[in-house]
């Protein structure tokens, strides 16, 4: 299905709409039917409204996972030119839940890295549904150090359910992968702007999502671990997913209040998918923005910054 439960009675209206568009051929209840047409329009308009005005956060979470939200090699084709592709970890294999390259947008060259889930079967397979192994990560490192070589500021685009957990990524060192990330980034001498694009799941996200700017889609959502997780680990059951979302507070919403990130990029009503054109134009005036604010300032400025950020993020005693 390409609509989620909350989103039945709007998609039932839509389809009634269509429905009287295709049958409204007659001269002589043409009338009727348009009077009729702009009244289930403006009652969908209102029930469209009602309904995303009060998500709750496993809503949010569905919505972030929604089958038709754009994906990232979506986002990087509408918002920049010239995108090349860079493949592999030279060490291992290319992970193609990792997409990298150069791109100019508006001009400026960008160094991408993002997370793909793919769009239909055959490319989710191909694509792992996102989830990245430790050659994606080591892909994305050396993507890293090539941006930073020739001083080309990094956009990561964050969409994924978390790491690939299989057997075989652990024996390549999936842990030590993720952590070496985090550490490199830590100390790039070069800006890095993050967007959180769908779903930022725990390590697997955050080893592309550290940076001098958090960018969220309204829509999006960031967590430490997932909803159905959280509540097989507390609940013995993943069937508290929504109870778990709620306590955790993963919308980008909650997750500003809190001052965890920058911007929130606010969609269209109904969702991203409901027109990608203009939250195109919205991701790329946002990084470009970023870009500015950032690149002027000097490289030990900025790595002092982004320390302290992640150094103000939560509280520890130590005994």
Not at 172 to 186: D, H, K, V, Y
Not at 191 to 213: H, Q, R
């Amino acid at each position: 299905m390409d609509f989620l439960d909350f989103e039945k009675p709007i998609v039932e209206l839509e389809r009634r709409i269509e429905e009287l568009k295709l049958t409204n051929t007659d001269a002589n209840t043409a009338i009727e039917l348009d009077d009729e047409i702009f009244r289930l329009q403006k009652k969908c308009e209102s029930l469209t409204k009602k309904i995303f005005g009060n998500l709750s956060e496993w809503q949010i979470a569905q919505l972030a996972r929604h089958p038709l939200r754009p994906k990232s090699i979506q986002v990087i084709e509408a918002i920049s030119d010239n995108f090349q592709e860079l493949h592999g970890d030279r060490m291992y294999a290319d992970d193609a839940a990792i997409i990298s390259g150069l791109a100019k947008i508006k001009g400026r060259s960008v160094m991408f890295i993002a997370q793909e889930k793919g769009a239909n079967t055959n490319e989710k397979m191909r694509r792992n549904f996102g989830m990245p192994r430790p050659e994606g990560y080591r892909k994305a490192l050396r993507i890293m150090k090539l941006a930073e070589k020739f001083h080309i500021p990094v956009v990561t685009i964050i969409d994924t359910p978390g790491a690939f957990p299989g057997i075989g990524a652990e024996e390549r060192g999936q842990s030590e992968a993720i952590a070496r990330n985090l550490f490199t980034l830590a100390s790039l001498r070069t800006p890095i702007i993050n967007l959180v694009l769908g779903e930022g799941g725990s390590g697997g996200a955050l080893a592309i999502g550290m940076g001098d700017k958090l960018i969220m889609l309204e829509y999006s959502i960031y967590s430490v671990i997932s909803p159905e997780a959280c509540s097989s680990i507390l609940w013995r059951t993943p069937d508290e997913s929504e109870k778990a979302a709620e306590a955790m507070g993963i919308s980008s919403d909650r997750l500003n209040k809190l001052g965890l990130i920058d911007e929130i990029i606010e969609e269209p009503l109904g969702g991203f998918h409901r027109n990608p054109e203009e939250t195109y134009i919205s991701i790329r005036e946002s990084i470009i923005n970023s870009l500015q604010k950032i690149e002027s300032i000097e490289p030990e400025t900025l790595l002092e910054q982004r320390r302290a950020r992640y150094k103000a993020i939560g509280e520890f005693n130590e005994n």
